[in-house]
């Protein structure tokens, strides 16, 4: 398809596990975001790829997260120890440049929930 | 600490009549708003967007509206179709850090038919 993938569309692990979350950008996106949903609260910025700058790490809530984007277009999430509070829908998004604020465009979300 | 709130967490409207989705925010340094469409399973759309120096936006039946000194920016949707039906978020950024959009928490928006 054209849009935004990601996988899994869910993810249940036990607490202290490692969780690895994939994103696959629309092909020619040089921008790549990752934001997570918790219950009840609005989308909170997590990193922020843009072509082969240092990614904007400023959003990660602990060293327990990180990201990479490998070759300019894949990007994984990695969450460490994993804990319940890490349980959200983490949602990635593209957009063509880093220009376009408005632009992006989001893939369905992995829905993790952590025991 | 909420820089962006939706205080309405669901609206139900008619269908044919107006719908209108508001948002409050706190940092006077947020310079761009935009609002945001979600259906379940999805991901969020683009839907519509001001620059702060207009007032007012209008895409078809879709019109934003921003007040700076109130810091407050509404959604009119006019007439309201079932499609409709969705979560709205609005969001809003700031010209350094121009990448980080700032959500609210959402407005669940249902269209009686």
């Known amino acids: 398809g054209a849009g935004v993938s990601q996988s899994p569309s869910n993810k249940v692990t036990e607490k202290g596990k490692d969780v690895e979350l994939r994103c696959d950008p629309i092909?020619?996106?040089?921008?790549l975001y990752w934001y997570r949903q918790s219950l009840g609260q609005g989308l909170e910025f997590l990193i922020y790829?843009?072509?082969?700058?240092?990614?904007?790490k400023s959003g990660l809530p602990s060293d327990r997260f990180s990201a990479e984007r490998t070759g300019g277009s894949v990007s994984t999430l990695t969450i460490q120890r994993t804990q319940q509070e890490d349980s959200a829908v983490y949602l990635c998004?593209?957009?063509?440049?880093?220009?376009?604020?408005?632009?992006?465009?989001f893939g369905p979300g992995t829905r993790l929930t952590v025991l | 600490d909420q820089q962006v709130k939706q205080n309405s967490p669901s609206l139900s409207v008619q269908e044919g009549r107006i719908s209108i989705l508001n948002c409050d925010y706190t940092?006077?340094?947020?310079?761009?708003f935009l609002w945001y469409k979600k259906y379940p399973a999805e991901g969020p759309t683009f839907l519509i967007s001001?620059?702060?120096?207009?007032d007012k936006n209008e895409d078809g039946r879709f019109t934003v509206f921003l007040n700076k000194s109130a810091k407050h920016l509404s959604l009119h949707i006019v007439p309201s179709q079932p499609g409709d039906s969705a979560v709205y978020f609005c969001?809003?950024?700031?010209?350094?850090?121009?990448?980080?959009?700032?959500f609210g928490q959402g407005t669940r928006l249902t269209i009686n038919p």
């Open positions: 998004a593209s957009s063509l440049g880093a220009e376009q604020i408005g632009q992006k465009f």
């Open positions: 092909s020619g996106h040089t921008a």
């Open positions: 790829f843009q072509g082969n700058s240092a990614p904007d």
């Open positions: 940092n006077s340094m947020f310079d761009y």
């Open positions: 001001i620059s702060s120096i207009k």
């Open positions: 969001a809003a950024s700031a010209l350094e850090g121009a990448q980080k959009l700032v």
